[in-house]
């Protein structure tokens, strides 16, 4: 079993996807594991930090908080084996939610206005 503060728990099959974390000056640092529900195989997914995490069939959905970074505050993608990041978008984003083949968040640099992607990065709107 973990002995980490976890976070951003999420369940697919016979596999938890989750983040630990810890305080730090910059603020809160995530960092991205898997293991399987009976405690065992835990992995780390991925070396970036990050905010949020979304788990939707075999891929994760993230904003980047790798601090210095250009795409800090952008939403990327990776498969659950830690292959194929793609970055999203190029809107400083938060509170991620992905249905129906979208993902909509919140632009934090245009007034905090809900927008829309698909999870490919396409097709970019405005919900309100």
């Not at 994760?60 to 659950?80: A, L, P, R, S």
């Not at 984003?93 to 490919?120: F, H, M, Q």
């Amino acid at each position: 079993m973990s002995v980490d503060i976890l976070s951003e728990i999420n369940v697919i099959g016979d596999w938890i996807y989750f983040a630990t974390y810890e305080e730090n000056i910059n603020g809160i640092v995530q960092e991205m594991y898997k293991m399987k529900t009976d405690g065992t195989g835990r992995t780390k997914i991925t070396n970036d930090k990050f905010g949020e995490m979304n788990v939707v069939g075999d891929w994760i959905y993230f904003t980047n908080q790798n601090i210095g970074d250009t795409d800090q505050g952008k939403i990327f993608k990776i498969k659950v084996d830690g292959t194929g990041r793609a970055k999203l978008n190029d809107d400083i984003s938060s509170r991620l939610n992905i249905a129906g083949g979208w993902i909509y968040y919140i632009d934090r640099t245009d007034s905090l206005k809900l927008y829309k992607i698909k999870t490919d990065g396409t097709e970019r709107s405005a919900v309100n």
